[in-house]
């Protein structure tokens, strides 16, 4: 009889931006990678549908949120845009299992803020105060 594999959970998991764990993060959107298909068809093709091609790979924004603490390393990283620079970093996420073990990575390649988000603030709130970063890559590769 075949061995029963579960799925692993999403709530554990860590992110490295250059290699370094800057802080936690309450949520990571996932990554995804699309291809639209290119259809071509030629005139002497009658009755006949269309070849599909892949076209070009785009890799989706991936947005980081955590509990605003003292660190500023998102707004500073976003004041290099802000100043004309676009400084590429490589931005590791890797799920873990309960044993706290690393079990899948994905890596963003050549990733730079295209958003910061101050948290929101209400008064009657109980909350945790949120901020995020959206980034934009120019790949993405599970690694693991």
Request: hydrophobic fraction near 35%; charged fraction near 30%; glycine fraction near 6%.
């Given at each position: 009889?075949?061995?029963?594999?579960?799925?692993?959970?999403?709530?554990n998991?860590?992110?490295?931006?250059?290699?370094?764990?800057?802080?936690?993060?309450?949520?990571?959107s996932?990554?995804?990678?699309?291809?639209?298909?290119v259809?071509?068809?030629?005139?002497?093709?009658?009755?006949?549908?269309?070849?599909?091609?892949?076209?070009?790979?785009?890799y989706?924004?991936?947005?980081?949120?955590?509990?605003?603490?003292?660190?500023?390393?998102?707004?500073d990283?976003?004041?290099?845009?802000?100043?004309?620079?676009?400084?590429?970093?490589t931005?590791?996420?890797?799920?873990?299992?309960?044993?706290?073990?690393?079990?899948?990575?994905?890596?963003?390649?050549?990733?730079?803020?295209?958003?910061?988000?101050?948290?929101?603030?209400?008064?009657?709130?109980?909350?945790?105060?949120?901020?995020?970063?959206?980034?934009?890559?120019?790949?993405?590769?599970?690694?693991k």
């Amino acid at each position: 009889m075949a061995e029963i594999m579960y799925p692993y959970k999403k709530y554990n998991y860590k992110v490295l931006i250059d290699q370094k764990e800057e802080a936690g993060f309450s949520e990571v959107s996932d990554p995804d990678i699309t291809s639209d298909p290119v259809e071509y068809r030629e005139g002497n093709m009658a009755g006949k549908p269309p070849v599909k091609q892949p076209g070009i790979l785009m890799y989706s924004n991936v947005t980081l949120k955590r509990g605003t603490t003292e660190s500023q390393g998102f707004v500073d990283w976003m004041k290099e845009i802000q100043n004309g620079k676009a400084p590429r970093k490589t931005v590791v996420i890797t799920l873990m299992d309960d044993e706290m073990q690393e079990v899948a990575s994905w890596q963003l390649e050549k990733a730079w803020p295209t958003k910061y988000s101050a948290p929101d603030f209400n008064a009657t709130s109980n909350e945790v105060a949120i901020e995020s970063l959206e980034l934009v890559c120019e790949g993405i590769t599970r690694t693991k």
